[in-house]
């Protein structure tokens, strides 16, 4: 069963995830929920206002926690969002970006979502090195997917050209 082998079902592209035709793409956001700058104010932009009135609904996410909303203007059906944790270079971030990877992953099955697209979280405003982030994103998805066959493909993107260089390297070590 090739066709149904972990590396088969990740991919990375360079680009903007507004502009994504998938079930869900995920949002960094921060424990309001309710909108912010970098690829949270993006979404919220894309999607337009009835998703933060959704959001004002939800009443706040803690960190490393997950979330679920419709996509509204954007070309997918759901949003998931999910909080990163503010880099301090400590265990406790690694596990609390694990989980956000895991808790998004954990909610999109649970809504019979089959491609989902993740930016690279906490790696803006939040100060993650990119480097140690994508080993972490990678590593909770693979160990993931090879337990749940249900999701086809989840998609990293990234904004800069030197992100997803560091992300395709890094995946090459599994093919
Ligand atoms: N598509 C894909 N990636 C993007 C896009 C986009 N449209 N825009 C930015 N990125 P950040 P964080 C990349 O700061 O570090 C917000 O204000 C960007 O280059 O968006 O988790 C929230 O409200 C970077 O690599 O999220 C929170 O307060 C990555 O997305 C706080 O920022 C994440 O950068 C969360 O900070």
């Known amino acids: 069963m090739?066709?149904?082998?972990?590396?088969d079902r990740v991919e990375v592209m360079q680009g903007d995830i507004t502009t994504l035709?998938?079930?869900?793409?995920v949002n960094a956001a921060n424990?309001?929920?309710?909108?912010?700058?970098?690829?949270?104010?993006?979404?919220?932009r894309a999607a337009g206002p009835e998703l933060l009135s959704e959001c004002r609904k939800i009443g706040g996410c803690s960190t490393g926690m997950a979330k679920i909303t419709k996509g509204y203007n954007l070309p997918v059906?759901?949003?998931?969002?999910?909080?990163?944790?503010?880099?301090?270079?400590?265990d406790e971030d690694r596990r609390l970006l694990s989980h956000c990877y895991l808790n998004?992953?954990?909610?999109?099955v649970k809504n019979h979502t089959m491609s989902i697209a993740f930016p690279a979280i906490s790696c803006g405003a939040y100060g993650y090195p990119l480097k140690k982030a994508c080993r972490?994103?990678?590593?909770?998805?693979?160990?993931?997917?090879?337990?749940?066959?249900?999701?086809?493909?989840?998609?990293?993107?990234?904004?800069?050209?030197?992100?997803?260089?560091?992300?395709?390297?890094?995946?090459?070590?599994?093919?």
Do not use: E, Q, W
Not at 104 to 108: C, M, N, P, R, T
């Open 104 to 108: 998004s992953l954990k909610l999109a």
């Open 77 to 90: 059906k759901y949003i998931i969002h999910t909080v990163g944790p503010v880099y301090r270079g400590t």
């Open 136 to 175: 972490i994103a990678i590593d909770t998805t693979y160990d993931f997917l090879k337990n749940n066959r249900t999701l086809k493909k989840v998609v990293f993107i990234l904004f800069s050209a030197d992100d997803y260089n560091v992300y395709k390297k890094y995946l090459k070590i599994f093919v």
């Open 21 to 25: 035709k998938l079930d869900a793409i």
């Open 31 to 44: 424990r309001s929920l309710l909108g912010g700058g970098g690829v949270d104010g993006a979404i919220h």
């Open 2 to 7: 090739m066709k149904n082998a972990v590396f």
